[in-house]
């Protein structure tokens, strides 16, 4: 089985700007959502934490917040699936909903910062990178050759 | 978000409740994904990338990988934490993860089989596993054999390539490959010691200055990064190549050396103690001015004070013990960096 991403080049230079909240909270339930009106118009800036934090409340629970960029070298977009799968094995495709550059990262009564398991969990990109570096065989052959040496002088 | 605010443990009815009636139901869930750069379709007709499924060494099953019509390979990871949603635009999404696509060597992938099927005959690689849809078309269509000299030998006679595994060959390649995961590491100050654990949570400008992180630290690290693409026998046959004692030990040995230092600063702080100490002279002649000793009937007899005895040594405060207890169940930063 095989998930394709039914989209082209084409499909994202065109793809529709989002904006995006990263809310620290779990919400049972998707839908339509009076954003604009009950969130975005209480976003305040707080510059006594710092430039760029911005506060706002969920529920009466205080969020403190950033805009964030997408970490360099990637693209922000936004997949949904329109049709459900028939089975665990049955090939599915997801659709393009819209692209992103960045989006707003909010935290719970917190000011975001490098603590963040977010941002800890982005080395993760970094690490894979180096892991994935490719190695030349003169390397390898040196490194080969050192670990007969250490095991002569160290039997 | 803090434990405080389960909201969403007790459902309570609530006013804005009542509009949802008229909310459109979402037909299936959206997903968050940062696309790496590279990976992304350039023109309208280029093909589609998709998202298959390989088997993991690490997992011990089958992960999702996404893959380029070229034949590029990388890792589709996702980040989850317990309480997170996303608004898009005007719509609630409950699904609160990040996925993530994250370069992989598929050399890693590749060794898996090779060990199972190449270990004692050279094979060449369309004759491997030829019943697995999967594991055929990473070895055929992804793979870049060219690679696979780091870990098998390559014998070829005419036109056909037969491949070798080469255990030697493979732990000297994974060690290159761990030394370049702690090169980067130590570039980004990631902190790997179980010593400071206390630091993950704020990574402070100060840290970088003081070099506290231990070479060995980074290396064991970077070993169970590496250690997570492969079989655990595989890992544990790379820990023995790399010289890396278990944690456990080095953690008594550093509780050892840590001790040392304890006793000896109970030392320093013994003499400037509030009590009043009296010499074993003073004491022997002001207990024989206060003729409470009647020293002449024995003379012999040697007067000794209570404090001549041997200083026992210093053992824990019960403050030091309590912080002790405290640091134990402290996350260690690989925590954060597990794969879902």
């Known amino acids: 089985m095989s998930i394709t991403l039914d989209f082209n080049g084409k499909n994202i230079a065109k793809g529709k700007e989002l904006a995006l909240h990263f809310l620290p909270a779990k919400i049972n339930g998707d839908g339509e959502a009076n954003v604009d009106h009950y969130f975005n118009n209480y976003t305040r800036e707080a510059t006594e934490f710092g430039s760029g934090i911005l506060t706002n409340a969920l529920r009466g629970y205080p969020l403190m917040g950033e805009k964030l960029k997408v970490p360099e070298g990637y693209r922000g977009l936004v997949l949904q699936e329109t049709e459900k799968p028939i089975s665990y094995s049955s090939d599915r495709q997801l659709r393009l909903t819209g692209v992103f550059q960045d989006f707003t990262f909010w935290n719970y009564d917190k000011v975001p910062s490098n603590g963040d398991p977010y941002r800890q969990a982005l080395f993760q990109a970094d690490v894979a990178q180096a892991l994935a570096q490719p190695i030349t065989e003169d390397d390898l052959e040196a490194e080969i050759a050192r670990n007969k040496e250490n095991a002569n002088d160290s039997p | ?340």
């Open chain 2, 1 to 340: 978000m803090s434990k405080k605010a389960t909201r969403a443990s007790k459902p309570k009815a609530d006013p804005d409740a009542e509009g949802s009636a008229k909310m459109s139901k979402a037909s299936a869930l959206k997903k968050v994904l940062f696309m790496s750069q590279e990976l992304l379709p350039k023109d309208a007709d280029d093909g589609h990338l998709r998202l298959e499924r390989f088997f993991h060494p690490g997992h011990g099953k089958e992960a999702l990988f996404m893959t380029h019509p070229d034949g590029r390979i990388m890792e589709f990871v996702e980040y989850a934490e317990p309480r997170r949603s996303w608004l898009v635009n005007s719509e609630v999404c409950s699904n609160g993860r990040i996925y993530m696509t994250t370069p992989v060597d598929p050399t890693l992938l590749a060794l898996y089989h090779l060990r199972k099927h190449c270990a004692q005959k050279a094979m060449s690689l369309d004759n491997i596993a030829v019943e697995e849809a999967s594991t055929s078309r990473l070895l055929n269509e992804i793979l870049d054999p060219e690679n696979l000299k780091c870990v098998a030998d390559v014998k070829s006679s005419g036109e056909q390539k037969f491949y070798r595994y080469n255990q030697e060959r493979t732990l000297a390649w994974l060690a290159l490959k761990t030394r370049q995961v702690v090169r980067i590491l130590k570039e980004k100050q990631v902190h790997c010691g179980h010593s400071a654990q206390s630091q993950n949570f704020v990574r402070s400008e100060k840290l970088a200055a003081e070099n506290v992180s231990n070479e060995m630290d980074y290396t064991r690290m970077a070993c169970d990064i590496v250690g997570r693409y492969l079989d655990a026998d595989l890992h544990g046959l790379l820990i023995n190549y790399l010289h890396i004692p278990s944690e456990i030990q080095a953690i008594v040995e550093e509780k050892a050396a840590a001790q040392k230092r304890k006793s000896m600063a109970g030392k320093d702080e013994g003499s400037d103690s509030k009590k009043i100490k009296l010499n074993d002279s003073d004491a022997a002649a002001k207990l024989k001015s206060s003729g409470l000793v009647d020293s002449d009937g024995d003379p012999n007899a040697s007067i000794t004070s209570p404090t001549a005895a041997p200083l026992k040594e210093r053992s824990l405060t019960a403050k030091e013990k309590a912080l002790a207890k405290g640091a134990k169940g402290t996350k260690s930063i690989a925590s954060f960096f597990k794969v879902k």
